[in-house]
């Protein structure tokens, strides 16, 4: 009975440690062109190792509505991770959102209004 208690305890401890070093994004700063059609997402997620924790997946959405995902096996750098989607449906008073998910645990969205119509090329 002591060692089985014991185990618990440490299978507890192991669980709470794992998780101290798990965090969701700390930010997600969003630009989009409205001329290009481009979303850059960059999902701020300081970490020490890369390969090990990293930013797993980054949803894309218009509206309210799901229209991607985006699937990371590490993240590309220790600070953060960039992302660029084209969206060429977007126009102006639309809600973006993007959500970016830790592999271990913890997620973090955030969404912007199209504040610009696209302008025309004119012949150029």
């Known amino acids: 009975m002591k060692k ?5 305890i440490f299978l507890i401890f192991l669980c709470a440690v794992s998780t101290a070093y798990a965090h969701p994004p700390s930010e997600i700063k969003i630009t989009f062109d409205p001329n290009t059609k481009i979303l850059t997402a960059v999902i701020m997620h300081s970490v020490s190792n890369p390969l090990s924790h990293y930013i797993g997946k980054v949803d894309i959405g218009l ?15 220790n600070q953060s991770q960039t992302v660029t989607y084209t969206m060429p449906d977007v126009k102006k008073s639309d809600v973006i959102f993007v959500e970016g998910y830790c592999n271990i ?12 119509e696209s302008t025309p090329d004119c012949g150029k």
């Open 63 to 77: 509206n309210g509505t799901e229209i991607a995902s985006l699937n990371f096996s590490r993240q590309e750098n």
């Open 105 to 116: 645990s913890g997620k973090l969205k955030k969404e912007i209004t199209v504040e610009k």
């Open 4 to 8: 089985l208690t014991a185990f618990l």
